[in-house]
T-cell receptor, first 111, second 119 residues
Framework: GQSLEQPSEVTAVEGAIVQINCTYQ??????LSWYQQHDGGAPTFLSY????GLEETGRFSSFLSRSDSYGYLLLQELQMKDSASYFC????????????FGAGTRLFVKA | GAVVSQHPSWVICKSGTSVKIECRSL??????MFWYRQFPKQSLMLMAT?????????EQGVEKDKFLINHASLTLSTLTVTSAHPEDSSFYIC???????????????FGAGTRLSVL
């Protein structure tokens, strides 16, 4: 089967750095993605890791270790608008290119 | 950036009626679209994968006769909730994967979602 685990909630203050971890178990692993979703809104793509290592996009970075079945999303210089849910997702190519989402981590950014 | 339009954004209907939700990719072609269901403060549960010109692939436990999916063109997929009942009330979200190889295969663009309330 497929499963992803991530913390349910994280709280941090403005300007801080926060790391959201994700561990996964799946067959046919083809990459780890991260999506952001504000309440009532649609998920938006943040980053993708297909290979081990760190990918940086502005204030957001994502890391993958395939040998550990582990990844994380790093958010720097937190802003209030970063308060949202963050989902890790794996693309599983067994049975046709579908993406499975983790339960999501709700990030609360406080002043 | 790529835009996916989903319509309607909110629908209230009586029990027993059918509701159609449209998902359009506005500035790109998508051979594959996905339909998700999301309960409050929970994750996105994949319902089905919609493939242009062929039958949709449903996830285990999703009734294909209940949730009819049609992907008639490279830019449009529809989900019809047939004979809706209160337990079908939920937030339904579609997404589209751009056609092509390389990086395109790894990104999904989501519609804004449809909140369905069945009375």
């Amino acid at each position: 089967g497929q499963s992803l685990e991530q913390p349910s909630e994280v709280t941090a203050v403005e300007g801080a750095i926060v790391q959201i971890n994700c561990t996964y178990q799946t067959s046919g692993f083809y990459g780890l993605s991260w999506y952001q979703q504000h309440d009532g809104g649609a998920p938006t793509f943040l980053s993708y890791n297909g290979l081990d290592g760190l990918e940086e996009t502005g204030r957001f970075s994502s890391f993958l270790s395939r040998s550990d079945s582990y990844g994380y999303l790093l958010l720097q210089e937190l802003q209030m608008k970063d308060s949202a849910s963050y989902f890790c997702a794996v693309r599983d190519d067994t049975g046709g290119f579908k993406t499975i989402f983790g339960a999501g981590t709700r990030l609360f950014v406080k002043a | 950036g790529a835009v996916v339009s989903q319509h309607p954004s909110w629908v209230i209907c009586k029990s027993g009626t059918s509701v159609k939700i449209e998902c359009r990719s506005l500035d790109f072609q998508a051979t594959t679209m996905f339909w998700y269901r999301q309960f409050p403060k929970q994750s996105l549960m994949l319902m089905a994968t919609s493939n242009e010109g062929s039958k949709a692939t449903y996830e285990q436990g999703v009734e294909k006769d209940k949730f009819l999916i049609n992907h008639a063109s490279l830019t449009l997929s529809t989900l019809t909730v047939t004979s809706a009942h209160p337990e079908d009330s939920s937030f339904y979200i579609c997404s589209a994967r751009p056609q092509g190889g390389g990086w395109a295969k790894n990104i999904q663009y989501f519609g804004a979602g449809t909140r369905l309330s069945v009375l």
